[in-house]
């Protein structure tokens, strides 16, 4: 079992509801809470990037976080807290495409404490499992996917074209498709609409890639930023597809997205940063 420090707190400030962690987890993370939404689910979104700004390498089997935060333990960690929390994780297709082995559960993200994670979700009264939500507006995904085949209930959001040609692929039960749109592009409320209708949410986590962010920035659904800062240059060039924290929109200088400070926390060299967003306010106070 690997022994984990607890992260150093640096900066906390309020951020909504405490939520009761078992020992464990209180001792290595600390105190999480979150505001409650009336309108729509609270949304969270987790990702790590490298110092110079890198979510991912762009390299065929090294596509994922793993590389980017050197497969910290701590972040695992938090990885595994914040789905315990969530009632539905929801990646873009090409996260799938990157990850085909992966399932988006706490067990997956940190199986050392399982156990904590399962009390948590049980104290919470959240189903055993979070929603593993796929968005794909192409419908270009592989049915061989392990999440597919791991019982995890799975909802594929996406248009009518794509659910046409997906429902030929002789899912699992345990797969639900949600055409949104008759075509092209999915707006982020719609998936949350979708989540809804299959899980009751209060809370959902956006953990990738950057442009399923920056849909969900510029659809003014992403409340709070949780972020690893990992201690790595990884460098672009010319030649290399590295994408940033937010790919595919432009925000500055028209619509700037400026974050509120939630919390800093400190394992080894990695930083942990919590960012809260209040969508329609451009300005800044520096």
């Known amino acids: 079992m690997t022994v984990l420090s607890p992260l150093e707190p640096l900066f906390d400030a309020d951020a909504g509801d405490e939520i009761p962690l078992p020992p464990e987890l209180a001792t290595l993370y600390g105190r999480v809470g979150f505001p409650r939404r009336d309108d729509r689910p609270y949304v969270i979104a987790n990702f790590v990037t490298t110092l110079d700004g890198v979510a991912s390498l762009g ?136 989540i809804d209708r299959t899980r009751a949410s209060s809370l959902v986590l956006v953990e990738g890639g950057p442009h399923l962010l920056a849909d969900f920035l510029a659809g003014s659904c992403i409340d709070e930023q949780f972020l690893t800062l990992s201690p790595q240059v990884a460098g672009r060039d010319d030649r290399s597809r590295r994408p940033g924290l937010v790919t595919g929109r432009i925000f500055a200088p028209e619509h700037p997205m400026w974050g509120r400070l939630v919390s800093i926390k400190r394992g080894g060299d990695h930083l942990f940063l919590r960012y809260a967003y209040q969508h329609g306010n451009s300005g800044s106070d520096r």
């Open 59 to 194: 390299v065929p089997g090294q596509s994922g976080g793993g590389p980017i935060s050197g497969f910290n333990q701590h972040d695992r960690m938090v990885m595994g807290l914040l789905r315990a929390v969530a009632d539905a994780v929801v990646v873009g297709a090409g996260t799938l495409r990157a990850l085909p082995d992966t399932v988006w559960t706490s067990d997956h993200a940190f199986a050392d404490l399982s156990d904590a994670y399962r009390n948590l979700r049980n104290a919470l009264g959240k189903a055993a499992l979070p929603l593993n939500v796929i968005v794909t507006a192409s419908g270009d995904i592989d049915a061989g996917c392990h999440v597919f085949e791991s019982g995890v209930p799975v909802l594929i959001v996406t248009n009518g074209d794509a659910a046409h040609r997906l429902g030929s692929r002789h899912l699992p039960p345990s797969v639900s498709l949600a055409p949104v749109v008759e075509s092209g592009r999915i707006d982020p409320r719609s998936i949350l609409a979708a």
